[in-house]
């Protein structure tokens, strides 16, 4: 843009005569209404900006701060979890039969279920503590080597039909068989048998078995849990 200067120069406030040059004037006037209408657009664009860059800044901290906020809810909440869950595993009663040594006492077979004190409570157990969506079968006559006959065995069922459970219930039946053996101690389980492998609490750790020619009897649809 002209400067002022250049425009008074260029345009001559004054004729040779001295008379004033009033299209000149009237010109110039324009040109300077003009000018402070241009300098008060800039100052009001430039003051907008500053307005919006600090609300997106504003914006910004206060996202974090939800974001912190929320991080420390979520902390909090699964440390509360955990201590529920803690004080749950330490309400899990120890079952009758416990012997100073560590051994138990023998159990006899009792009630309309015809299992024993030790394997009922288990069973309780492991109700409450998880979300059996299928049968859970302990006693049976067949005499096949295993506690079932002896009301000392629970199998928790996985699927139905000898079919392989779903990723869900796969998850369910790993949780079931950890808990056993975490709390075994307690309730007095012997071994636990999951997914064609066997884990005697009393040499611990996991072990492969042989294969038995199908699902159900690799045990892979459902958790077999033996008592002393």
Known sequence: MVGLAGLRYQTH??????????????????????QAVLVSQFATIKAERKAAADAAAALIAQIK???????K???AAEKLIGDITDKL??????????????????ELP?????????????????????????????????NDGGEHPLGRACDFMMS????MPSPDM???????????????????????IWQQRIYNLGSPGWRTMSDRGGITANHYDHVHISMY
């Open 110 to 142: 009792s009630g309309s279920d015809n299992i024993t004190p030790r394997t009922r409570l288990m069973k309780t157990q492991v109700a409450e503590h998880f979300d059996l969506r299928y049968s859970v079968g302990c006693y049976r006559a067949e």
């Open 170 to 192: 796969k998850a369910l039946g790993d949780g079931v068989a950890a808990w056993a053996i975490e709390n075994g101690s307690k309730l007095g389980v012997k071994y636990v």
């Open 13 to 34: 406030d004054l004729d040779l005569f001295g008379t004033p040059d009033l299209q000149g004037s009237v010109v110039l006037t324009q040109l300077q209404d003009e």
């Open 160 to 163: 139905s039909g000898g079919s």
């Open 73 to 75: 809810q979520r902390e």
């Open 65 to 71: 701060t939800r974001s912190e906020e929320v991080a």
């Open 89 to 106: 595993d330490q309400l899990i009663p120890v079952a009758p039969g416990k012997l100073p040594g560590g051994g138990w006492t023998p």
